[in-house]
């Protein structure tokens, strides 16, 4: 009769033990996937939200490192419609005053549909850019007024070919010390098998 006892107590014990151990899994797991919903605030919110008031790219690298965040999403077609509207709004906060005085916000966002319906129907994705090092910048003053070119390396997949090409940026830093994007240029791509 003793032994019984002693084996329902292991038994009761061994499943208390169990229970602890889901219980401790389960509230652990809680944590880690509310921390991980914190971490994961999606690049569309961050772009969205982003505030240019506090927070203005302190480097030409990092201007136009946002623009590239901007375009790599829109080109994607990651925004919705409504979604654009707001992210062209935020684009244009990065532009200098000559290139927003040659376009309209109107225009741009019709010229910014216009280059996703294109990366769509020609089943493009904008894979990845990569920015040179900051001693790669090349800067110059002219009257005054102070200037940078920056070349970006861009990578496009068209189907199961990759398609390398640069964007080379040219910036002008405005009256309160902002680089200011003054355009860009896209260089002629270069095709290569997915295989390469």
């Known amino acids: 009769m003793k032994k019984e006892s002693g084996t329902t107590g292991f038994a009761i014990a061994a ?11 389960i509230v652990m797991s809680n944590r880690m996937s509310g921390r ?11 772009l969205l939200t982003y505030d240019f008031q506090d927070k203005y790219p302190k480097t030409v690298r990092e201007t136009v490192k946002l623009h590239c965040r ?27 005053d000559e290139l927003l005085s040659y376009n309209t916000e109107e225009a741009q966002l019709k010229s910014l549909e216009q280059d996703i ?8 994705k904008y894979v990845s850019y990569s920015l040179p090092e900051a001693s790669q910048i090349k800067y110059n003053t002219d009257n005054g007024m102070e200037y940078a070119k920056i070349r970006v390396g861009v990578i496009i997949r068209v189907d ?12 002008r830093k ?8 003054l355009g860009w240029m896209s260089d002629a791509n270069t095709a290569t098998s997915e295989s390469e």
């Open 70 to 96: 901007y375009m790599k999403m829109a080109y994607n077609n990651e925004f919705s419609k409504e979604e654009l509207f707001d992210a062209n709004r935020k684009i244009r906060e990065l532009f200098d």
């Open 160 to 171: 199961n070919a990759t398609m390398k090409g640069d964007q080379e940026y040219l910036l």
């Open 174 to 181: 405005d009256n309160m010390g902002r680089w200011k994007i």
């Open 117 to 124: 319906q294109y990366y769509k129907d020609n089943k493009q």
């Open 15 to 25: 499943v208390i033990i169990v229970i602890g151990v889901i219980g401790f899994y």
């Open 36 to 46: 991980q919903a914190v971490k994961n605030t999606s690049e569309i919110e961050k």
